[in-house]
Protein backbone atom coordinates (compact mmCIF):
# COMPACT_ATOMS: atom_id res chain seq x y z
CA UNK A 1 0.00 0.00 0.00
CA UNK A 2 1.39 3.36 -0.96
CA UNK A 3 2.55 5.39 2.21
CA UNK A 4 0.60 8.91 1.73
CA UNK A 5 -1.94 10.64 -0.61
CA UNK A 6 -1.49 14.64 -0.67
CA UNK A 7 -4.13 16.62 -1.91
CA UNK A 8 -2.73 19.76 -3.06
CA UNK A 9 0.47 20.14 -4.96
CA UNK A 10 1.13 23.85 -4.15
CA UNK A 11 4.75 25.40 -3.09
CA UNK A 12 3.41 23.52 0.57
CA UNK A 13 2.20 20.52 -0.74
CA UNK A 14 4.70 19.46 -3.16
CA UNK A 15 7.67 20.39 -0.90
CA UNK A 16 6.21 18.49 1.89
CA UNK A 17 6.04 15.51 -0.56
CA UNK A 18 9.29 15.49 -1.53
CA UNK A 19 10.13 15.77 2.06
CA UNK A 20 8.31 12.17 2.57
CA UNK A 21 9.51 11.04 -0.63
CA UNK A 22 13.56 11.86 0.18
CA UNK A 23 12.81 9.34 3.22
CA UNK A 24 11.31 6.52 1.12
CA UNK A 25 7.77 7.22 0.69
CA UNK A 26 5.16 7.18 -2.08
CA UNK A 27 3.37 9.40 -2.68
CA UNK A 28 0.08 9.91 -4.66
CA UNK A 29 -1.89 13.02 -5.79
CA UNK A 30 -4.57 14.30 -8.28
CA UNK A 31 -3.86 15.97 -10.87
CA UNK A 32 -6.76 16.45 -13.24
CA UNK A 33 -7.39 20.20 -14.34
CA UNK A 34 -4.37 21.56 -12.58
CA UNK A 35 -2.33 24.01 -14.30
CA UNK A 36 0.72 23.02 -16.38
CA UNK A 37 2.91 24.96 -13.10
CA UNK A 38 1.28 22.49 -10.76
CA UNK A 39 1.40 19.60 -12.51
CA UNK A 40 5.11 20.32 -13.10
CA UNK A 41 5.44 21.23 -9.61
CA UNK A 42 4.39 17.75 -8.51
CA UNK A 43 6.22 15.57 -10.90
CA UNK A 44 9.84 17.39 -9.70
CA UNK A 45 8.62 16.53 -6.28
CA UNK A 46 8.53 12.77 -7.40
CA UNK A 47 4.72 12.48 -6.65
CA UNK A 48 2.84 9.50 -8.28
CA UNK A 49 -0.28 11.29 -10.37
CA UNK A 50 -3.76 8.74 -9.90
CA UNK A 51 -7.08 8.93 -9.98
CA UNK A 52 -9.60 10.44 -7.96
CA UNK A 53 -10.55 7.24 -6.09
CA UNK A 54 -6.87 5.66 -5.75
CA UNK A 55 -6.34 8.37 -3.45
CA UNK A 56 -7.51 6.05 -0.83
CA UNK A 57 -5.31 3.45 -1.61
CA UNK A 58 -2.68 4.92 1.40
CA UNK A 59 -2.24 4.85 4.43
CA UNK A 60 -2.71 8.59 5.14
CA UNK A 61 -4.55 11.22 3.42
CA UNK A 62 -3.50 14.68 4.21
CA UNK A 63 -5.28 17.62 2.71
CA UNK A 64 -3.02 20.94 1.90
CA UNK A 65 -4.86 23.55 0.11
CA UNK A 66 -6.32 26.52 0.16
CA UNK A 67 -8.70 27.48 3.35
CA UNK A 68 -11.37 28.14 0.91
CA UNK A 69 -11.13 24.29 -0.59
CA UNK A 70 -10.55 22.84 2.63
CA UNK A 71 -14.36 21.57 2.91
CA UNK A 72 -14.87 20.55 -0.62
CA UNK A 73 -11.85 18.23 -0.46
CA UNK A 74 -13.23 16.62 2.36
CA UNK A 75 -16.64 15.99 0.68
CA UNK A 76 -14.59 13.90 -1.95
CA UNK A 77 -12.55 12.05 0.45
CA UNK A 78 -15.86 10.97 1.94
CA UNK A 79 -16.97 9.71 -1.09
CA UNK A 80 -14.27 7.96 -2.48
CA UNK A 81 -14.18 6.41 0.94
CA UNK A 82 -17.48 5.80 1.43
CA UNK A 83 -17.99 1.48 1.99
CA UNK A 84 -14.27 1.01 2.48
CA UNK A 85 -14.15 -1.32 5.39
CA UNK A 86 -10.59 0.39 6.82
CA UNK A 87 -10.17 3.42 4.87
CA UNK A 88 -7.28 5.38 5.33
CA UNK A 89 -7.23 8.39 8.35
CA UNK A 90 -7.43 11.67 6.55
CA UNK A 91 -5.61 14.78 8.50
CA UNK A 92 -6.59 18.36 7.38
CA UNK A 93 -3.78 20.83 7.27
CA UNK A 94 -5.04 23.45 6.68
CA UNK A 95 -5.49 27.06 7.75
CA UNK A 96 -9.19 26.70 9.21
CA UNK A 97 -10.88 28.12 11.94
CA UNK A 98 -12.24 24.98 14.54
CA UNK A 99 -15.50 26.12 13.96
CA UNK A 100 -14.52 24.95 10.42
CA UNK A 101 -12.84 21.81 11.39
CA UNK A 102 -15.75 20.47 12.99
CA UNK A 103 -18.04 21.38 9.77
CA UNK A 104 -15.59 19.35 7.63
CA UNK A 105 -15.59 16.49 10.44
CA UNK A 106 -18.71 16.17 10.48
CA UNK A 107 -18.65 15.17 6.31
CA UNK A 108 -17.41 12.11 7.80
CA UNK A 109 -20.84 11.37 9.82
CA UNK A 110 -21.13 7.74 9.70
CA UNK A 111 -18.36 6.58 7.84
CA UNK A 112 -15.06 4.93 9.04
CA UNK A 113 -12.60 7.69 8.38
CA UNK A 114 -10.66 8.80 11.17
CA UNK A 115 -10.36 12.59 10.85
CA UNK A 116 -7.36 14.30 12.40
CA UNK A 117 -7.06 18.50 13.28
CA UNK A 118 -3.57 19.54 11.69
CA UNK A 119 -2.23 22.87 11.16
CA UNK A 120 1.57 24.02 9.46
CA UNK A 121 3.60 26.75 11.03
CA UNK A 122 6.26 27.76 9.06
CA UNK A 123 7.48 27.75 5.50
CA UNK A 124 7.59 24.81 3.09
CA UNK A 125 10.16 22.16 3.81
CA UNK A 126 13.75 22.70 2.77
CA UNK A 127 16.85 20.77 2.53
CA UNK A 128 18.96 19.72 5.33
CA UNK A 129 16.20 22.04 7.50
CA UNK A 130 14.15 20.23 9.79
CA UNK A 131 10.93 22.51 9.41
CA UNK A 132 8.02 22.81 9.22
CA UNK A 133 6.25 21.82 12.66
CA UNK A 134 3.21 20.00 12.09
CA UNK A 135 0.89 20.22 14.76
CA UNK A 136 -1.42 17.07 15.15
CA UNK A 137 -4.94 17.23 17.60
CA UNK A 138 -6.98 14.44 18.30
CA UNK A 139 -4.33 11.46 17.50
CA UNK A 140 -4.74 9.88 20.67
CA UNK A 141 -3.43 7.01 18.63
CA UNK A 142 -0.88 8.44 16.91
CA UNK A 143 -2.14 8.24 13.49
CA UNK A 144 0.17 10.85 12.20
CA UNK A 145 3.17 8.25 13.25
CA UNK A 146 4.30 7.83 9.85
CA UNK A 147 4.67 11.32 9.01
CA UNK A 148 7.50 11.10 11.73
CA UNK A 149 8.44 7.96 10.60
CA UNK A 150 9.24 9.42 6.88
CA UNK A 151 11.02 13.14 8.08
CA UNK A 152 8.44 15.30 8.54
CA UNK A 153 8.35 16.73 12.67
CA UNK A 154 5.15 16.53 14.12
CA UNK A 155 3.97 17.76 17.58
CA UNK A 156 0.92 16.61 19.03
CA UNK A 157 -1.34 18.62 21.49
CA UNK A 158 -3.32 16.98 24.02
CA UNK A 159 -6.27 18.64 23.12
CA UNK A 160 -9.52 17.83 20.94
CA UNK A 161 -10.14 18.51 17.37
CA UNK A 162 -9.81 21.78 16.32
CA UNK A 163 -6.89 22.77 18.97
CA UNK A 164 -4.58 22.01 16.35
CA UNK A 165 -6.62 24.60 13.78
CA UNK A 166 -7.17 27.26 16.82
CA UNK A 167 -3.24 27.40 16.99
CA UNK A 168 -2.30 28.08 13.71
CA UNK A 169 -5.08 30.95 13.84
CA UNK A 170 -3.49 32.90 16.66
CA UNK A 171 -0.39 31.99 15.05
CA UNK A 172 -1.06 33.27 11.61
CA UNK A 173 -2.98 36.19 13.17
CA UNK A 174 0.36 37.10 14.87
CA UNK A 175 2.70 37.09 11.88
CA UNK A 176 0.18 37.64 8.62
CA UNK A 177 -1.37 40.01 10.60
CA UNK A 178 1.60 42.07 11.48
CA UNK A 179 2.90 41.81 7.96
CA UNK A 180 -0.55 42.99 6.33
CA UNK A 181 -0.81 45.89 9.15
CA UNK A 182 2.90 47.02 7.88
CA UNK A 183 2.06 46.51 4.04
CA UNK A 184 -0.77 48.71 4.39
CA UNK A 185 0.77 51.74 6.63
CA UNK A 186 4.06 51.81 4.16
CA UNK A 187 0.84 52.18 1.44
CA UNK A 188 -0.24 54.80 3.18
CA UNK A 189 2.82 56.47 3.85
CA UNK A 190 3.53 56.12 0.16
CA UNK A 191 0.22 57.98 -0.94
CA UNK A 192 0.91 60.50 2.13
CA UNK A 193 4.44 61.28 0.57
CA UNK A 194 5.56 60.22 4.42
CA UNK A 195 7.29 57.07 3.11
CA UNK A 196 10.77 58.16 2.75
CA UNK A 197 10.86 59.37 5.90
CA UNK A 198 8.94 56.42 7.52
CA UNK A 199 11.35 53.96 6.07
CA UNK A 200 14.50 56.06 7.46
CA UNK A 201 12.11 56.19 11.64
CA UNK A 202 12.11 52.21 10.73
CA UNK A 203 15.72 51.31 10.22
CA UNK A 204 16.54 53.80 13.18
CA UNK A 205 14.22 53.36 15.90
CA UNK A 206 12.47 49.42 14.87
CA UNK A 207 15.40 47.72 13.28
CA UNK A 208 13.88 44.44 13.88
CA UNK A 209 10.41 45.42 12.63
CA UNK A 210 12.13 47.15 9.07
CA UNK A 211 13.98 43.77 8.19
CA UNK A 212 10.71 41.50 8.91
CA UNK A 213 8.58 43.37 6.67
CA UNK A 214 11.84 44.26 4.14
CA UNK A 215 11.86 40.06 3.97
CA UNK A 216 8.29 39.53 4.59
CA UNK A 217 6.46 42.05 2.50
CA UNK A 218 8.18 40.81 -0.87
CA UNK A 219 7.29 37.07 -0.25
CA UNK A 220 3.89 37.36 0.73
CA UNK A 221 2.63 38.94 -2.96
CA UNK A 222 2.46 35.66 -4.24
CA UNK A 223 0.40 34.04 -1.28
CA UNK A 224 -1.30 37.07 -0.71
CA UNK A 225 -4.66 35.55 -2.48
CA UNK A 226 -4.87 32.60 -0.21
CA UNK A 227 -4.10 34.86 2.68
CA UNK A 228 -7.80 36.15 1.90
CA UNK A 229 -9.68 33.41 3.01
CA UNK A 230 -7.48 32.69 5.77
CA UNK A 231 -7.84 36.11 7.67
CA UNK A 232 -11.68 35.64 7.56
CA UNK A 233 -11.14 32.08 9.36
CA UNK A 234 -9.12 34.29 11.62
CA UNK A 235 -11.97 36.80 12.40
CA UNK A 236 -14.62 33.79 12.34
CA UNK A 237 -12.06 31.73 15.24
CA UNK A 238 -12.69 35.52 17.12
CA UNK A 239 -16.04 35.23 17.01
CA UNK A 240 -18.78 38.28 16.39
CA UNK A 241 -18.69 39.52 19.47
CA UNK A 242 -14.92 40.33 19.31
CA UNK A 243 -13.96 43.82 18.25
CA UNK A 244 -10.40 41.89 16.99
CA UNK A 245 -12.43 40.06 14.44
CA UNK A 246 -12.81 43.52 12.35
CA UNK A 247 -9.14 43.35 12.30
CA UNK A 248 -8.51 40.52 10.59
CA UNK A 249 -11.63 41.41 8.44
CA UNK A 250 -10.05 44.35 7.12
CA UNK A 251 -7.06 42.16 6.75
CA UNK A 252 -8.64 40.32 4.44
CA UNK A 253 -9.44 43.00 1.96
CA UNK A 254 -5.84 44.27 2.22
CA UNK A 255 -4.36 40.73 0.86
CA UNK A 256 -7.52 40.64 -1.39
CA UNK A 257 -6.39 44.13 -2.82
CA UNK A 258 -3.14 43.01 -2.96
CA UNK A 259 -3.59 40.15 -4.89
CA UNK A 260 -5.70 42.08 -7.69
CA UNK A 261 -2.92 44.28 -7.77
CA UNK A 262 -0.16 41.34 -8.15
CA UNK A 263 -2.40 39.79 -11.24
CA UNK A 264 -2.81 43.02 -12.64
CA UNK A 265 -1.30 46.59 -12.78
CA UNK A 266 1.28 46.06 -10.18
CA UNK A 267 1.21 49.26 -8.80
CA UNK A 268 1.04 48.65 -5.46
CA UNK A 269 3.94 46.28 -5.69
CA UNK A 270 6.19 48.60 -7.45
CA UNK A 271 5.13 51.15 -4.62
CA UNK A 272 5.86 48.74 -1.40
CA UNK A 273 9.30 47.66 -3.22
CA UNK A 274 10.20 51.25 -4.08
CA UNK A 275 9.51 51.49 -0.20
CA UNK A 276 11.43 49.25 0.81
CA UNK A 277 14.31 49.30 -1.00
CA UNK A 278 13.81 45.81 -2.74
CA UNK A 279 13.69 44.98 -6.85
CA UNK A 280 10.78 43.51 -7.84
CA UNK A 281 11.28 39.42 -7.35
CA UNK A 282 10.51 37.39 -10.36
CA UNK A 283 9.07 35.01 -7.63
CA UNK A 284 6.25 37.53 -7.40
CA UNK A 285 3.63 36.06 -9.30
CA UNK A 286 0.50 34.15 -8.78
CA UNK A 287 1.14 30.84 -7.85
CA UNK A 288 -1.74 27.86 -9.13
Not at 65 to 89: C, K, L, Q, T, Y
Not at 220 to 233: G, S, T
Request: with cysteine; aromatic share 4%; net charge negative.
Amino acid sequence: MPNFAIIGAGAMGSAVARRLIDHGATVLTHLDGRSDQTIARAKSAGMVPVELRALADAELILSIVPPAEAIGVAEFVAEISSGMPAPPPFIDLNAIAPKTMQALAARFDGSRVEVLDGAIIGGPPVPNKSGPAIYISGDSVERSRPLEDYGLRVRRLDGPLGAASALKMCYAGINKGFIGLGAAMLLAASRSGAAESLKAELTESLPDVDRKLSKSIPDMYPKAYRWVAEMQEIADFLGKDDPAAEIFRGMAGVFLRLADDVKGSRVLVRQLDEILGSPETAGAMVMP
